[in-house]
């Protein structure tokens, strides 16, 4: 049940940060990690795209990381690829 929870709050901690303008790369690693812990390949997916897009430098290391793990939990390994 707690991993449950420290996922979705990391969610929707990262969606606070991206109301009020602020947007890290430590946030949206903690969300992709929490997708990954659930295997939420999707979502974390997703998340990965917008801190492509919209962190300076785009995603790190650990972003990416961490979506190959979700992708890789799901047996999703073409997504990890792509």
């Not at 946030?27 to 801190?51: M, P, R, T, Y």
């Not at 190959?68 to 390994?77: N, V």
Request: aromatic share 6%; net charge negative.
């Amino acid at each position: 049940l707690a991993q449950r929870q420290l996922w979705t709050f990391s969610l929707q901690l990262l969606e606070f940060a991206q109301d009020i303008g602020i947007e890290t790369g430590a946030l949206c690693n903690a969300a992709i990690s929490g997708c990954a812990a659930q295997q939420l390949w999707q979502k974390a997916l997703e998340i990965l795209d917008v801190a492509s897009q919209g962190l300076p430098g785009g995603a790190d290391v650990i972003a990416c990381s961490a979506c190959i793990t979700a992708c890789q939990g799901a047996h999703e390994w073409q997504r990890a690829l792509a």
